[in-house]
T-cell receptor
Framework: GEDVEQSLFLSVREGDSSVINCTYTDSSSTYLYWYKQEPGAGLQLLTYIFSNMDMKQDQRLTVLLNKKDKHLSLRIADTQTGDSAIYFCADLNQAGTALIFGKGTTLSVSS | DAGVTQSPTHLIKTRGQQVTLRCSPKSGHDTVSWYQQALGQGPQFIFQYYEEEERQRGNFPDRFSGHQFPNYSSELNVNALLLGDSALYLC????????????FGPGTRLTVT
């Protein structure tokens, strides 16, 4: 079945760039997403990319998609302490109805 | 513009009891999905409602049921609660079953003792 995998932890210093990686198994994926979850909160949609794109930039966020390798990454430029959270990669299932999530990457930003 | 809202925020129930969680979608959205997020895990899809009908279901037992009302709000019911049902229950909404932007509510934290 469809699956999404992410590394579990990333630690960076304030001001550095963060790169969070994700791999997925569904070769027919149409949309791929990045969500952010702060402690005790719901999920915030950060950005998403359509499968016919290689890159999408939105302010400090850059998403790169390598369809051949089924690899998605999220780069956060000039990382701030407020960026500390869990970041989830998600794939829209083949029916287009449900999101398949990874287990999340905990980003820790130290000052 | 109100986002997705959920109630209650927290809930404590005993094994064997039944629980009802509520969700109001973002303004203008007509499709509601429910997800279960166990501690340390990513959310897992329970089911989706559109036009007051369950459109797709994830790998969850029949103890999990739902309902959508004419105003697009939704309820998630869980019967015969198990300890393993303890989780954060998230509601997400979007416009139509095929829309690609889904917005999540803050969730309901259910603890089963």
């Amino acid at each position: 079945g469809e699956d999404v995998e992410q590394s579990l932890f990333l630690s960076v210093r304030e001001g550095d760039s963060s790169v969070i990686n994700c791999t997925y198994t569904d070769s027919s994926s149409t949309y791929l997403y990045w969500y952010k979850q702060e402690p005790g909160a719901g999920l915030q949609l950060l950005t998403y990319i359509f499968s016919n794109m290689d890159m999408k930039q939105d302010q400090r966020l850059t998403v790169l998609l390598n369809k051949k390798d089924k690899h998605l990454s999220l780069r956060i430029a000039d990382t701030q302490t407020g960026d500390s959270a869990i970041y989830f990669c998600a794939d829209l299932n083949q029916a287009g109805t449900a999101l398949i999530f990874g287990k999340g990457t905990t980003l820790s930003v130290s000052s | 513009d109100a986002g997705v809202t959920q109630s209650p925020t927290h809930l404590i129930k005993t094994r064997g009891q039944q629980v009802t969680l509520r969700c109001s979608p973002k303004s203008g959205h007509d499709t509601v999905s429910w997800y279960q997020q166990a501690l340390g895990q990513g959310p897992q899809f329970i089911f989706q409602y559109y036009e007051e009908e369950e459109r797709q279901r994830g790998n969850f037992p029949d103890r999990f049921s739902g309902h959508q009302f004419p105003n697009y709000s939704s309820e998630l019911n869980v019967n015969a609660l198990l300890l393993g049902d303890s989780a954060l229950y998230l509601c997400a909404s979007r416009i139509g079953v095929g829309a690609y932007e889904q917005y999540f509510g803050p969730g309901t934290r259910l603890t089963v003792t």
